[in-house]
C-alpha cells in the first residue's frame, strides 16, 4: 500500500513539473495600427480576441488581429521593462 502511494505521488509531482514549464507566448498585431502587444493568455469571443497585454497590464479587445505564437526567449525580450 505504502509503494503505490509512493508512486502515485511521484507521477502526480512529474505532471504538474511537466506542464508548469508548458506556458504559451503570443505576439498580437493589430493591423490597423502597427501595434504589438504580448501575452500569455488569449480568449475568443466571436471575431474579436481578448487579452492582457505584459507590458502595460491593460485588458485589450481586438476586432481584428494577428496572432503569432512565438518563443520565451522573444516574449522575455519585449516585455522586459
Known sequence: ???AR???STAL???VLVTAGCTTYYRVTDPASG???YTTDISRRGTAVEFTDAKSGSNVTLQNSEIKEISSDDYQKNTAK
Do not use: G
Request: charged residues 15%; glycine residues 0%; hydrophobic residues 65%.
Open 6 to 8: 509512493l508512486a502515485a
Open 13 to 15: 509531482l512529474a505532471i
Open 1 to 3: 500500500m505504502r509503494t
Open 35 to 37: 501595434r504589438m502587444y
